[in-house]
């Protein structure tokens, strides 16, 4: 039957039949059970329409045909276990492109400072970095790894924590001068308010006084597009906003900004995660950069 396209497992069980001389012997090393082999040795004969076997009180035996296909099924086996430690080898290889998105303030502060370091770690590895403030659609953009506060529909994408921060308020030193450093979280709608236009025309900011919480509802003097653009206005001495402490930090360090009501904060915690599809999650190089920047999170960024 030249149309007959033999089962690889079929063949196999041909194959260590012959050699160790019995069905019984093939079954225990394959882990299956002797009916299996049986059965697959049945399939290939009925296929091929030859005998491809003797068997008698004395063992197994190879008839003419069924020594030419053993041979041949030796070699073709050699080279799918070839090919399957190939593919082996490449999937558990830490190399390719991976693409990572998260706004564009955690590109540039957060990760882009990093990458020389995942590269020293992962020299095969190229990295794209997708800087947008929207969250980006994993499926459509073709995003292996991304950076989010929320994780949405937890059973259509895998989630690793990466660690939790803070958010606290921030003013220049040039702003506070001119201005004054408030002293009570109700004299903020008297200051220049900096906020991210997604939060809309007003803008509710939880405290704490005396173990208690507070809200106080503000409205911005500038609202911008991007969390960069609230990053850089703060900074320049425009007014308060709310910042991640992580993003804040070495603004904070440099004295090029200052916690503003640093008593009343929050405390309120916020995780950050590196969500990916599910496919994704196993590739090798998606593995690597998830756990970096787990590693990253805790050591640099200072997420606890």
Known sequence: ???????????????????????SAAARELDVAVSVVTRGVDRLEAGYGVTLMRRSTHGLSATPEGAELAQEARELLERFDDISSALSRQK??????????????????????????????????????????????????GIDVALRTTVGNSESVVARELGSFQRRLYAAPAYLHLHGMPENPQELPLHQIVTHTSQGPAVTWAFRKAGRKMDVTVRP????????????????GTGIGMLSCPL?????????????????????????YAVSLPGRRGAARVRAVVDFLRDT???QWGLT
């Open 1 to 23: 039957m030249k149309n007959f396209m033999p089962d690889p497992s079929d063949l196999r069980w041909l194959v260590r039949s012959l050699d160790l001389g019995s069905f």
């Open 92 to 141: 558990n290889r830490v190399a390719g492109v991976v693409r990572i998105a998260s706004s564009q303030e955690i590109c540039e502060q957060l990760i882009v400072p990093e990458l020389t370091r995942l590269r020293t770690l992962h020299p095969a590895l190229r990295v794209e970095l997708v800087a947008e403030d929207r969250v980006a659609d994993l499926v459509t953009d």
């Open 221 to 236: 003097y500038l609202a911008a597009s991007t969390s960069a653009l609230v990053h850089h206005a703060l900074v320049a």
């Open 248 to 272: 804040a930090a070495a603004d904070v360090a440099s004295g090029r900004l200052v916690e503003v009501l640093a008593p009343f904060a929050s405390g309120v915690p916020y995780t950050m």
């Open 297 to 299: 999170a805790r050591r």
